[in-house]
Structure formats: C-alpha cells, structure tokens
C-alpha cells in the first residue's frame, strides 16, 4: 500500500466535504496532528477508525487503502491487491522475528564457545582475556541485530485507545517487556501500558 497515496486521497476527499484536518479530527476524536500524519504519508488510519473515517468521507475502505475512487472492475482487483500487501507485509514480519531468534540462538552458542574454550585450554592470559571479549562483543552485536529486527517486526497496539504505531529505539530497549507486550507509551493517548505485539497495522 502506498502511504503518500493513500494520504493524498483522505486530504482530496476531505477537501471535497469542505472540513479542516481539525474538524475530521474532532468527527474522529483523534488530534489534528494525526490526521496531518495521515495526509502527509506518514502513517495509515488504525483499524479501528477506518470504517468511521470512510463513513465520514462518503468512500468504502477498498477505496481509502487503494488511495483512489474506483469503479466495480477496479473495486475487485484493488481488493484482492489489497488483502495481498496485508499478507505480504504480516509474513516478512513473521520472517523477521524468526531470524532474530536465529541470531539469539547463535550469539549464544558461539560466545558460549568461546568462554568454555578459553576456560578448558592451557592458553595465556592476554589470549583467554581476548577470547571472552570477543565473546562479550559477539554477544552484544546479536542482542543489538536481534533488537532491531524485532523493533521493526510489526507494530505495538495500546490496550486503552487500540492506536497501532512503532515505537522509537530508546522506548523499545528500556520498555518492560513479556514475550508479546512491551510496556510502552501511546504517541495517541499518552497513557503508559502493556502494548501487545501486532504482526500489521492494519
């Protein structure tokens, strides 16, 4: 899906129905500033105020996602390219979470390695020393990788207001987490909570 389209379109439509970003935003109960976020392309309607958004600009959600009006041979094919760029952009999410598990696995095992070495083997001490911070450094480099890619696997949804968004790097690394929820705060609402782990934003 085209985000700087899609975006494009809600300003026209909206333009069409001679509201402000103000007035829709106050129809939606969002800020002005998120429905500025939406018309600039840089984020997409969550879920839940997709159906209310179309509702309001008088167009069907085939339409919003597909950033265009379209006519009933258009409504099908944008629909099913649709529900493809929701499958495709679910299934590299999966992709990424799978191989930062992989890099864990094998950070782990190869410091590991690499400390019962230098403790096994009759070596000298600057060499045990060099053997375990290159561990250290093999174990803070696949933490990191593994972190970047789970960052960017997908999207935290809040618990009180349902806003799907990425949180920045600093908010996911010292965020209290679980194995889905990460306790983090909500650039809609504001509030702090245990945001679960979404596969799409949509």
Not at 2 to 18: A, L, N, P, Y
Not at 55 to 81: C, F, M, P, T, W
Not at 102 to 117: D, H, K, R, W
Not at 146 to 163: F, H, I, M, Q, S
Request: proline content about 2%; overall charge positive; hydrophobic content about 40%.
């Amino acid at each position: 899906m085209d985000q700087v389209k899609i975006g494009k379109f809600i300003q026209e439509i909206r333009k069409e129905h001679s509201l402000t970003q103000r007035e829709l935003a106050e129809k939606l109960n969002v800020s002005d500033k998120t429905i500025s976020k939406w018309e600039t392309g840089n984020g997409l309607p969550e879920v839940s105020l997709m159906l209310p958004l179309c509702s309001l600009l008088e167009i069907s959600v085939n339409e919003l996602l597909s950033g265009e009006r379209l006519d009933e041979k258009q409504y099908h094919n944008k629909a099913e390219k649709n529900i493809m760029d929701l499958l495709k952009q679910k299934a590299e999410a999966k992709k990424k979470i799978i191989m930062g598990v992989i890099i864990v696995l094998i950070t782990i095992l190869a410091s590991v390695t690499l400390i019962v070495i230098s403790g096994l083997i009759d070596m000298q001490i600057w060499l045990r020393i060099l053997l375990i911070v290159i561990a250290l450094l093999i174990v803070g480099t696949g933490i990191g990788l593994a972190c970047v890619l789970d960052k960017d696997a997908g999207v935290y949804e809040c618990p009180n207001c349902k806003k799907r968004f990425v949180p920045t790097m600093k908010a996911y690394v010292f965020g209290a987490h679980t194995f889905t929820k990460r306790k983090l705060k909500c650039p809609a609402c504001g509030k702090r909570s245990y945001c679960k782990k979404r596969l799409s934003s949509e």
